[in-house]
Each structure stands twice: as C-alpha cells, then as structure tokens.
C-alpha cells in the first residue's frame, strides 16, 4: 500500500505547487501587463536612467509567468528538475518584486508588486521544502561541481565587496540614497549568503548544493540580464548608453545561464523511496 500513499501525497504537493504557481503569476502578470499597456506609470518613481529598461523587464516578466505556468501544468510539472527552474524562476520574481515593494513604487499597481513578493517568496521556501531530501541523491562530475562552486563562492564576494565598498562612503557622511537601496538589502541578506553557502556545499558535494545552485544561477541571469536590457532601451529613449556595462551585463548573465543549464544537463538525481 506504500505506492498509494506516495501517489497521493505527490498528487498533493503537485496541487500545492499549481496553487502557489497561480498565486505568483496572477499579479506578476497583471502588474507586468499594466507596466506594457501605461508607459508611463514608473515616471518620478525610478531615476530616469532606469525608466527606459521597464519596458523590457515588463516582457521578460511576462515570459516568466508562462514558463511558470507551462512547467507546472505541464507533463514536467513532477520533474525534479524542472521544479529546480521554477524555484529559480520563484528567486527572481521575488528579487524584481523586492525591488519595487521595498523602493516604494507607489503606483495602481504596488498592491500586486507587494502581493507578488510575497507568494514567490513563500511559493520558494515551499518547493524547496517539498523536496524529498532524505530519499534524494544528486551526482554531479567533479569538474563541472567545482566550476559551479567557485563560481558561486566568487559571485558572491565579488559583490560583497562591491556593494560594502559602495555602503563605506554613505556610513561615514551619515547619508543615504534615494533609490536602489533595496538591492543592498537583497544582495548583501538573502542572495550573495546563498551564492555562497550553496558553492561551499556544491564544493563538498552535498545534494542541497548540487540541487539548488542552478536555481541560484537562473536568479541571477534574470536579475542581471535586465540591465543589459535597460543600456539597449536607453539608446532608443535618446539617452546615454553606457557600452561597458551592457556587455558585462550580457556576458555575466549569459554565463551564469549556462552554468545552470549544464549542471541541470549533467546531474544525476535519483530519488529512492524504498518501496
């Protein structure tokens, strides 16, 4: 009779994650499509250098919402792999929306950005929650495991440092900024942490950071690859483009991208439930 229980307790966590799906896209989808259909309902709310990429963070944040909803109610939505995506997917909502609840952007629409950071947030620690860790074991090849571990661990002390260094000068005149400051909070309290413990477990070899580091990664693509977007927009809004950045920006991006997709590729999970 175990095999029932199984069947029903995966049919349970299958209709826990379509719930908590729809919870996430719903207002992303609609705070998005808002974005695209008013142009200009971020004016006077961001600096003006950043008005131009809202455009095609709104579309990529549309793309998103229907790989979400095609990886949940689709034929992959009990693929353990596929669940690492939309935990990723999950991390960069909840980062973009983090931006917008936390920076003040208020608008028609900060109910849903508010709504939208919340549910990935928890719709995040669910699935990961859900997994069947003491059953569970992940294989990775040793050098593809220390890539991602060093870069992981690289990422985030780069940006520590980065960010730190940025923080030093505003601590000593006692001065704060008026925009972006959420990113200090997200990267330097939940994000780079994460980076980095989850590259010292890939490192080690341990399941947790096998499993979850390429959900890291496809974070970071999606909160990355949106400045390389905003430098593009600016040259068509007739604004300074700023050519170093935007490539980094791309190549950064791009390369966290396929660091997740040959580790998804290459590793071996194998649940064993004993029956």
């Known amino acids: 009779m175990s095999w029932i229980v199984c069947d029903e307790e995966d049919e349970m966590k299958s209709s ?27 004016d006077g709310l961001f600096p003006k250098d950043f008005i131009p990429g809202a455009l095609p963070q709104d579309v990529l944040t549309l793309l998103v919402c229907i790989v979400l909803l095609a990886l949940t109610f ?28 936390i920076e003040r952007v208020y608008n028609w629409f900060y109910l849903l950005y508010a709504t939208t950071f919340a549910t990935s947030f928890w719709s995040l620690i669910y699935s990961i929650a859900a997994i069947e860790w003491r059953s569970l074991s992940c294989e990775l090849s040793k050098p593809i495991r220390k890539l991602t571990g060093i870069a992981s661990i690289s990422i985030a002390t780069l940006f520590t440092v980065v960010w730190i260094s940025s923080l030093i000068p ?37 399941r947790a950071g096998i499993l979850l580091t390429p959900a890291m990664m496809i974070l970071g ?55």
């Not at 925009?179 to 780079?192: E, G, T």
């Open 16 to 42: 826990a994650r379509r719930i908590l799906t729809l919870l996430v896209v719903i207002p992303a989808f609609l705070s998005a499509l808002g974005g695209i259909l008013i142009p200009h309902i971020y």
């Open 170 to 206: 505003l601590m000593i005149a006692h001065d704060r900024i008026e925009f972006l400051y959420s990113i200090y909070i997200l990267d330097l309290c939940f994000v780079m942490p994460a980076f980095f413990m989850l590259g010292v477990m890939t490192l080690k070899g341990e």
């Open 74 to 101: 689709s034929r992959y939505k009990d693929d353990l792999k596929a669940n690492v995506i939309v935990i990723g997917l999950y991390g960069s909502l909840w980062y973009l929306y983090g931006i917008v609840t």
């Open 221 to 275: 693509f999606f909160v990355i690859f949106p400045l390389g977007l905003n430098e593009v927009a600016k040259g068509f809004s007739h604004l300074a483009v700023s050519t170093g950045p935007m490539v980094v920006s791309f190549g950064f991006s791009i390369f966290m991208l396929i660091l997740a997709f040959v580790q998804l590729r290459q590793m071996r999970v194998v649940v064993d439930r004993g029956e």
